[in-house]
C-alpha cells in the first residue's frame, strides 16, 4: 500500500478542505494511505524577529517527521505554507525531498518544480482525486498520468450538520470533563471514540522540549505511545511503549488496515514541543475549520492537564523552597542578626555574637558548652495542625532555651527548626547541670502541653575545656555530628 503525504497550512480554507476531501476519497478507491499534515506557514525572516506572543510556528515541526522510511512520495502546497517566506527558503524546504529521494509533485506552479496536472485550475475535490492519481503514477512511472475529464470522485453523503454534531460531542465532553485525577490521554482516545472516530494514537516527549526561532530544536530519537485508539477501543499499553520518531508516522498508522485518511499534527505548549497526535479520518472533517476546531480543544485538554502538572510542581517547589529558607535563613540573614520569629539570634547573628564572646571569655581555666537543639515534631505539627502552630512550637523551644542556659548564653535559629546555644562557664559540672534542666524542660513540655500535639526536643551538649587549639568551627562540627549520630539510632 503507497503511503503519500499532503502537506498543507491549514484546513481554514474551503478550497483546500474540497481538495483534500477529494483526496481522501482517492486514497480510500486506490487503496493509499493519505496522511494529511497542515503545518501551518513558515515565518518569514521579519516575523521571527518581531512575533514574541505567537506559537504558531510550532506547528511547521510536523513536516520534520517526513522521511523516505515513512512516505512514498508527497503533495505539497508549497504556494500557502511559503507564502511568507523567500523562494529561496521554499527551494530550500524542498530540497530536503530531494535529498531523502522521496518523490514530490507541488500544488500550483512554482520555477521549474513538477506540479499536478492541471495545477492552474481551482483546488477542488476533483483536482484533490486527480493528486493522488497523479502522484500514484509519479512514484510507480516517474511521469504523470494523463488527466482525466470523466472522474467520478465517490459523493460525500454526510452533511456539514453532521460534522459539526460529531465535533459537538468531542469539545464538550473534553471541555466539561475535569483532568483532576484523570489520565488525560486515556480520556482524549476514549472522547475520540465516542465522537465517531475509530484509529487515533498520541506519542509524546517525556519532557518538553524547547523550540524557537532564534533555537530550533533537536529532535529526540524516541517518543512514548500515551493513546491508542484502535477501530474504536481503547488500547491499553504497557506503561512506557515507546517508538522511534522518525518512524512515528509510519508506526503509528500501520494499524490501520483499510486504506484511506490520516491527519497529522504536532502537540506544543508555548515554546515547547511535546509530542504529536495522528488521527484517522474521513471526508466529514473538511468542513473549514472543524479540525482546526478539534485540534485546538484536544491541545488546550492536553496543556491544561500540563499547567495543573506545572502548578503543583511549582507549589511543591515553592514548599520545599520555603522550607529551606527556614533551615537555612539565608534570605534573613541578610536583613539583621536577629531571627523574626523567635527574637533570638538569626544563623548570621550567632556566628557573630558566638566569636565575639568566644574571642573576650573563652581563656584559660573556663569551658566553652556548645548545644546543638532540634525540634524533632516540627514536621509532624505542621502537616496536621498547619505551619502557624508549628512557628509556635519554635517560638515556645526558644522560651525554654532561653530559660535553660540563662541570660549570658548566645542563642541562635540557625534553621527552621534546630537552634544552637553557646555559654561560656568556669564550672566543669555546670554541662551536668544543663542536661538535667533540659530533660526536666522536654518532660515538662510533653506533660503540660495545652495543644493537641506533642513538642519534644532532641538535644546534644558538648563541652570543651580552654586551648588555644579549639575553633569555634571545630565545636560546631563536633556537637552537630552528634546530634547527627544521635538521630541515625532512633
Not at 483532576?180 to 472516530?197: Q, Y
Request: proline share 3%.
Amino acid at each position: 500500500m503507497l503511503r503519500i503525504g499532503l502537506l498543507v497550512s491549514d484546513l481554514k480554507n474551503e478550497e483546500i478542505c474540497e481538495f483534500c476531501a477529494g483526496a481522501i476519497r482517492a486514497a480510500e478507491k486506490e487503496g493509499v494511505l493519505l496522511t494529511i499534515m497542515p503545518g501551518g506557514r513558515f515565518w518569514s525572516d521579519e516575523q521571527k524577529k518581531n512575533d514574541n506572543e505567537s506559537f504558531d510556528y510550532q506547528q511547521n515541526l510536523v513536516f520534520e517527521y517526513i522521511s523516505s522510511d515513512n512516505f512514498d512520495g508527497l503533495l505539497i502546497d508549497i504556494e500557502t505554507i511559503g507564502q511568507d517566506i523567500s523562494d529561496y527558503d521554499k527551494e530550500k524546504f524542498l530540497g530536503q525531498f530531494i535529498s531523502e529521494k522521496i518523490p514530490y509533485l507541488v500544488l500550483s506552479d512554482f520555477g521549474t518544480y513538477k506540479t499536478i496536472n492541471n495545477p492552474w485550475l481551482k483546488h477542488d475535490r476533483k483536482q484533490g482525486y486527480q493528486a493522488v492519481l497523479d502522484i500514484e503514477h509519479y512514484i510507480k512511472m516517474g511521469e504523470l498520468p494523463l488527466p482525466s475529464d470523466d472522474l467520478c470522485v465517490p459523493p460525500i453523503e454526510i452533511t456539514a450538520a453532521d460534522s459539526m454534531k460529531q465535533l459537538g460531542i468531542i469539545t464538550e465532553r473534553i471541555l466539561l470533563t475535569s483532568s483532576e485525577g484523570v489520565d488525560i490521554f486515556k480520556k482524549i482516545i476514549n472522547i475520540l471514540a465516542l465522537g465517531g472516530i475509530k484509529d487515533a494514537v498520541i506519542l509524546m516527549y517525556g519532557d518538553g522540549i524547547r523550540n524557537t526561532p532564534k533555537e530550533p530544536w533537536i529532535m529526540p530519537e524516541r517518543m512514548l505511545v500515551k493513546g491508542l485508539l484502535r477501530d474504536g477501543k481503547n488500547v491499553e499499553l504497557p506503561k512506557g511503549t515507546i517508538v522511534d520518531t522518525m518512524n512515528t508516522i509510519d508506526e503509528s498508522t500501520e494499524e490501520a488496515t483499510n486504506p484511506g485518511g490520516w491527519l497529522v499534527r504536532t502537540l506544543f505548549y508555548n515554546e515547547n514541543q511535546n509530542g504529536i497526535i495522528a488521527i484517522k479520518i474521513n471526508t466529514n472533517f473538511m468542513i473549514p475549520n472543524f479540525e482546526n476546531l478539534m485540534f485546538e480543544v484536544i491541545r488546550f485538554a492536553i496543556n491544561d492537564a500540563y499547567k495543573d502538572y506545572l502548578l503543583k510542581t511549582v507549589s511543591e517547589e515553592i514548599m520545599a523552597l520555603q522550607e529551606e529558607v527556614e533551615r537555612s535563613d539565608t534570605i534573613l540573614d541578610r536583613l539583621g542578626e536577629r531571627d523574626f520569629m523567635t527574637g533570638e539570634y538569626n544563623r548570621r547573628g550567632f556566628f557573630t555574637k558566638a566569636y565575639d564572646y568566644m574571642q573576650k571569655e573563652y581563656v584559660d581555666g573556663t569551658y566553652a558548652l556548645i548545644s546543638y537543639v532540634d525540634l524533632d515534631t516540627i514536621r509532624i505539627i505542621n502537616d496536621l495542625y498547619g505551619r502557624q502552630e508549628g512557628n509556635l512550637a519554635v517560638k515556645r523551644t526558644a522560651v525554654v532555651l532561653h530559660n535553660v542556659f540563662g541570660e549570658q548564653a548566645v542563642i541562635g535559629r540557625i534553621r527552621g527548626n534546630e537552634f544552637a546555644v553557646m555559654l561560656i562557664t568556669d564550672k566543669k559540672d555546670k554541662i551536668d547541670n544543663l542536661r538535667a534542666s533540659m530533660q526536666q524542660q522536654n518532660a515538662r513540655l510533653m506533660a503540660e502541653q495545652d495543644k493537641p500535639y506533642t513538642i519534644h526536643l532532641m538535644f546534644v551538649i558538648s563541652q570543651f575545656e580552654y586551648s588555644k587549639g579549639y575553633r569555634l568551627e571545630d565545636m560546631i562540627k563536633e556537637t552537630d555530628q552528634s546530634l547527627k549520630n544521635m538521630k541515625n539510632m532512633i
